[in-house]
């Protein structure tokens, strides 16, 4: 059985999906653009649009009952390749050491509202 993960420490879904959905001892999150929960605003810089994306996965995955140090897959879309190493400084704060997540990035046409870059994650309950 499925069941939905919602918190407000991430932003609202902007469509007919879920922030998150449980289903066989998972968590599927959608991806999440950098967002603030509490004002929709979103940075410019790519560090800050990085960690702010990857806070809400953190605020959605504690919602879920698992965490940061769980996940075992990533994907990051990313309106501008150029942007990669400093998102990927952002991103190794994040995680270091143990094991470390699979990862896909891959350059996309564009993201919605103007994003500089969407996460989403897949981690173990």
């Given amino acids: ?11 609202a879904a902007i469509g007919p999906y879920s922030q998150a959905v449980e289903a066989g001892g998972f968590i599927f999150t959608s991806g999440q653009l950098p967002l603030d929960p509490e004002s929709g605003g979103m940075p410019e810089g790519i560090a800050e649009c990085t960690r702010r994306s990857l806070e809400n996965i953190k605020a959605i995955l504690e919602a879920a009952g698992s965490g940061m140090d769980k996940i075992v897959k990533t994907t990051v879309f990313l309106a501008d390749m150029d942007d990669f190493a400093a998102m990927n400084e952002v991103y190794a704060e994040y995680f270091s050491g143990g094991t470390l997540p699979a990862r896909s990035a891959v350059q996309v046409a564009k993201l919605p509202r103007g994003g500089r870059v969407e996460i989403e ?4 309950k």
């Fill in 1 to 11: 059985m499925n069941k939905t993960i919602s918190t407000p420490g991430a932003p």
């Fill in 121 to 124: 994650a897949v981690a173990v």
